[in-house]
């Protein structure tokens, strides 16, 4: 259930769902987000669902905070409507050129390399969103020590295909953006294809995703 | 067959087609895009005979140097604008918030934005444009919308589908504001930063940095000191969110940004003001003001009669 509800400017409602994050929170944020997208509610032109929270934005044209809070203090959810599960296999070379964060991170979990990577290929993970820039999975949970601050001061480019974590996430940079993550390695396969308008995302949130280690050969060779 | 387009002789820095943007998709992490100075976008296409959201061409700071080729056909710069239209040895000023005719062979040279970053060019009639999720807007990081999500490059061609029949010439007098103050209501994380800090963000001017584009401005001046964490659980963002990353130097996400970040906000830029903080440009002085949720709102109802006010006066 929504915590609180506030405003974020003058055009948004910032509806939180408590402090933790587990999937069981996601999965409330998640039904919230299909409720309010189904009811067509007029003047809402965005949602934005992530782990804990949710943002509804407006055309404060045509509704305003107030009003739309009582709607949304109101709302009925619909019951039912599980999430789908999907299997992934994301193909990762960390060649040194690709995992510009490694050092970075070798110091700041204090942990060795080869360390870092076993842990991470071991897991299962769980998309609890997809955004930043179109298509991009946040991926959770990374184990207890794996887990790192952005960098202090975001990159102005990081490349396609990088595989970022953060905190107890791991993310995709479908295509080259400005970011903050600690890039390990990077992935050939197409994310996201503005191409497909119905279904632009590889990865939904929901899926589960496991990386795959392959070589620099493999990574050049790689047709999908 | 198209008999009529543009010659594009200089594409100009950051040339893109532009219409009122694309709603719903941030879940997917798609922007809104669209014209970032949203009054200008709406003169442009209201001196060109054209609907509210009909696709024009954003231009920043230096914009293209065109030569038409084809049937008559009228155009209209909004924005702070220097340009040229040459027809044979003649060579026009022209001025912004008028429409001037185009004849086949002639050139439309624009010079600059001069104090300003976005200008607006409009047409009296129909670019033809693939359109993606109902919008022409081009998003070049994404590679979304038309031009296959590039930026207009030099000697391509752009094709007109159609021009509008019986065009009236129209003018309007209007001369963009400079403005001193960007308002702004405090931001979901505002007591993340020290009782110092948010003196210096309501007190202190902050310079606009070269490192800025359609995703976002980033500032510098007087670091912003966390005193709770750097960090908080990525979420979403709309824009004119003002975001403090760990080195304290402020961001304001625009009409690009990603719809996700983990940097904790202190502020977000009032809908009435998003216009003129996208026109500010490298090394402006800018300076924020607080007000709350309905002062922002009025602000708002006055911005948007204002608009609807020009537009009826065209």
């Known amino acids: 259930m929504i915590k609180n509800i506030s405003n974020l400017g003058d055009a948004a409602l910032y509806c939180d769902f408590g402090k933790e994050i587990n999937k069981d929170i996601n999965t409330q944020v998640i039904k919230y987000f299909k409720t309010i997208q189904k009811k067509n509610i007029p003047g809402i032109n965005n949602l934005t669902p992530s782990y804990n929270k949710l ?130 390695g990077n992935t050939p396969l197409n994310i996201f294809d503005s191409s497909k308008e119905n279904k632009p995302n590889l990865i939904n949130p929901g899926d589960l995703v496991i990386f795959k280690r392959i070589t620099k050969e493999n990574y050049q060779n790689y047709h999908e | 067959m198209n008999k009529n387009y543009f010659e594009i002789l200089r594409a100009g820095i950051n040339s893109t087609f532009q219409d009122l943007g694309r709603n719903n998709l941030y879940h997917i992490g798609i922007p809104f895009s669209g014209a970032m100075d949203n009054r200008n976008y709406l003169l442009a296409n209201k001196l060109t005979g054209n609907n509210h959201n009909h696709p024009v061409i954003e231009f920043a700071y230096q914009g293209p140097h065109l030569k038409y080729h084809g049937d008559k056909i009228n155009i209209a710069i909004t924005g702070d604008v220097s340009f040229k239209i040459k027809n044979g040895d003649n060579l026009i000023d022209g001025e912004c918030y008028q429409s001037f005719i185009l004849e086949n062979n002639n050139e439309l040279d624009i010079i600059s934005t001069n104090k300003s970053v976005y200008g607006y060019l409009a047409i ?74 948010k003196k210096i963000f309501f007190k202190n001017e902050f310079k606009v940095s ?105």
């Open chain 2, 124 to 197: 009296s009639g129909t670019f033809d444009l693939k359109f993606q999720w109902s919008s022409c807007s081009t998003n070049t990081k994404a590679k979304i919308g038309s031009n296959n999500g590039e930026k207009l490059s030099v000697n391509q061609k752009i094709n007109v589908k159609k021009i509008n029949d019986n065009f009236v010439n129209r003018k309007l007098n209007y001369f963009n504001t400079k403005i001193e103050n960007i308002r702004v209501i405090k931001g979901t994380n505002f007591n993340y930063f020290s009782e110092e800090s």
């Open chain 2, 210 to 314: 070269k490192l800025s584009d359609r995703m976002g401005m980033r500032l510098e001046g007087k670091k912003i000191e966390n005193i709770f964490d750097t960090n908080i659980r990525s979420e979403g963002l709309i824009k004119g969110v003002i975001q403090v990353p760990a080195d304290g130097n402020l961001i304001i996400m625009l009409s690009d940004h990603g719809t996700i970040g983990g940097y904790p906000k202190i502020g977000v830029v009032v809908s009435a003001d998003y216009d003129k903080l996208v026109q500010l440009t490298p090394g402006s002085r800018v300076k924020f003001q607080e007000v709350d949720l309905s002062s922002a709102e009025t602000l708002f109802k006055l911005y948007d009669l204002e608009t609807q006010n020009l537009i009826s006066q065209i």
């Open chain 1, 55 to 184: 943002i509804i934005s407006f055309d404060l044209k045509k509704i305003n905070f107030n009003k739309l809070k009582k709607i949304i203090d109101n709302i009925e959810i619909i019951k039912g409507d599980s999430i789908q599960n999907k299997k992934f296999e994301i193909p990762v070379c960390c060649e040194k050129e690709f995992s510009l964060d490694i050092k970075r991170l070798e110091e700041k979990l204090k942990m060795k390399e080869e360390k870092i990577y076993e842990s991470f290929f071991e897991k299962e993970f769980f998309c609890y969103m997809t955004g930043f820039i179109a298509g991009m999975p946040f991926l959770g949970d990374l184990d207890e020590n794996l887990r790192a601050k952005r960098l202090d001061t975001p990159r102005v480019k990081v490349p396609k295909g990088s595989i970022g974590l953060t905190e107890q996430f791991a993310n995709i940079y479908t295509f080259e953006s400005p970011g903050g993550w600690n890039i390990i």
